[in-house]
């Protein structure tokens, strides 16, 4: 399995508080992504990174920022959280972008449960 | 916009069979499609991978197809187990980025 760890696995807060969530990895990976994933809608990207500093937006990027100081991790903030964010969150590293060179693709962790109340 | 659709939702199959799970998308300019596992709780496994210029895949009892003219793919399990029960999604990768299905959910029953 990729060297991925997502932490933390579970957490429980209230709307309004600021949320960090960490990504790290042990692949030395170029990219790493965070999607949330919510019934009937599969997967959607947040954010995601090539490089360290560099960080692109994906399709829900609203309420969402991201912060990659090193290339072994990758960080997710939610300022001020609300219900809706209520999700569950995963980190995925791969060598391409979205694995599209190559036969590589995205690798993930096991997800974050987040319950906003 | 790409748009990727998983049918069904859900399936419950005896073990033994052979069964196969659709992926529709509706752009056919498409870099790969690419078809993953996921365990309840836990994170999604890359199954196959298939790029735009290939026909099929294969992984053990694992096959699949890609007809970008039709925009289709398919997921064939051969003789299924228990074991195989999970949810699985297509994604396709195309405009740099990945559009994903809601998945298919499998039982197999012993």
């Known amino acids: 399995d990729a060297g991925i760890t997502q932490s933390p696995r579970h957490k429980v807060t209230e709307t309004g508080t600021p949320v960090t969530l960490r990504c790290h990895q042990t692949e030395n990976h170029r990219y790493m992504y965070w999607y949330r994933q919510d019934p009937g809608h599969g997967l959607r990207l947040i954010h995601y990174s090539y490089g360290v500093k560099d960080t692109d937006k994906g399709e829900v990027s609203d309420g969402y920022s991201v912060s990659r100081s090193k290339t072994e991790d990758f960080l997710l903030t939610l300022e001020s959280a609300t219900s809706s964010q209520t999700s569950v969150y995963f980190c995925a590293i791969s060598e391409s972008r979205f694995g599209e060179t190559g036969n590589q693709p995205q690798h993930f962790g096991d997800g974050t449960r987040l319950s906003i109340l | 916009k790409q748009e990727v659709t998983q049918i069904p939702a859900a399936l419950s199959v005896p073990e033994g069979e052979n069964l196969v799970l659709n992926c529709s998308f509706t752009d056919s300019a498409i870099y790969n499609l690419q078809w993953f596992r996921q365990d309840p709780g836990k994170g999604l496994t890359s199954l196959l991978l298939?790029?735009?210029s290939q026909r099929e895949q294969t992984s053990g009892r694992l096959n699949a197809s890609l007809d970008k003219s039709s925009g289709r793919s398919t997921l064939y399990i051969a003789a299924s187990q228990p074991g195989d029960s999970a949810t699985y999604l297509c994604a396709v990768n195309s405009n740099y980025q990945l559009i994903w299905g809601a998945g298919t959910k499998l039982i197999i029953k012993p």
């Open positions: 298939i790029q735009s």
